[in-house]
């Protein structure tokens, strides 16, 4: 499970993409985007930022048992099973609230994301909407993902996030905190957003073609002269991560709301709302071929 001190050691020793992946790059020099102004105040600047403990995770072994899951949804936009689904997979709501997780896997309403990692073959598997039912597993969509490969999920397709993008790389772990610095790129979502993509984004939901909305996987940094000093470890980790590597637009919902894994080893995440929009600045992102993807 995603809180356990098993899971931290080898979380620890685990690459999540290449190191040229868009999720591991380091934006701190990006050029400010050209709209930056405009797209920052389509968002409520002035709000604060804020956690969503909702991403939950499960570690699978390499010869964990797949199973058939029915797709009730995006069977279009999902890759094919069956799926190394443990019968103990945590559901998103699942310990926040004291429920019984056998009850939460079969009731509950929301996006009920489920995140199931395969350290050893480096694979990752996300359901949206997924449930357990007498019949077995169902989900709207899944979304497989080679996390040694920089290879996108196909241009159009959703994933268990709006954006096309996979959530994993993106949640605030216990793991990282404790190093002192969230070592990769996080999620944000957004009230508004255009329909519009971008790099490594693979998939929009809007219908404004507004210029000053931002498009899934537009790019977010933490201002460079922001002071990180005063605030708690785990804060502090996560604002030098906000630095180098950003936020991706990853989903429609609260402004400014980033996701953390509901592990109560976390402390002081609520010291979080002292930031707001204002704090941040749009980058103007690499492409597939660019930046340390750029070949000579």
């Not at 701190?28 to 102004?37: E, F, I």
Request: glycine residues 6%; proline residues 9%; hydrophobic residues 35%.
């Amino acid at each position: 499970m995603f809180n356990t001190p098993e899971a931290d050691r080898i979380l620890e020793a685990m690459q999540v993409f290449p190191p040229d992946n868009p999720w591991n790059e380091d934006i701190s020099q990006l050029p400010v985007h050209p709209n930056n102004a405009n797209l920052l105040a389509s968002t409520d600047p002035d709000h604060w930022l804020w956690f969503n403990l909702d991403m939950c995770f499960i570690l699978v072994p390499p010869d964990q048992k797949r199973v058939p899951l029915k797709l009730v949804s995006y069977a279009g936009e999902s890759d094919p099973g069956p799926y190394p689904v443990p019968d103990n997979a945590p559901i998103e709501g699942w310990p926040l609230y004291g429920a019984d997780r056998d009850r939460v896997q079969r009731e509950g309403e929301g996006d009920r994301h489920c995140l199931v990692v395969d350290p050893v073959k480096a694979m990752l598997y996300e359901f949206f909407v997924i449930r357990k039912t007498d019949e077995g597993w169902q989900a709207a969509c899944e979304a497989s993902f080679d996390l040694k490969s920089n290879q996108l999920r196909p241009d159009g397709w959703t994933s268990a996030d709006a954006a096309g993008l996979p959530i994993f790389p993106a949640v605030v772990r216990y793991d990282e905190c404790e190093r002192g610095m969230v070592e990769h790129a996080m999620r944000v979502t957004f009230s508004r957003t255009r329909r519009e993509y971008a790099y490594p984004a693979t998939h929009f939901a809007s219908r404004s073609d507004d210029p000053n909305l931002p498009g899934m996987g537009y790019r977010l940094r933490l201002k460079r002269d922001f002071d990180t000093t005063g605030f708690a470890p785990h804060v502090q980790a996560i604002l030098k991560g906000m630095k180098k590597y950003g936020m991706f637009v990853a989903d429609n919902g609260m402004n400014w709301l980033i996701s953390s894994a509901p592990d109560t080893r976390l402390k002081g995440l609520e010291e979080l709302k002292r930031l707001k929009g204002t704090d941040f600045e749009f980058v103007q992102t690499t492409g597939p071929n660019e930046g340390p993807r750029a070949r000579p």
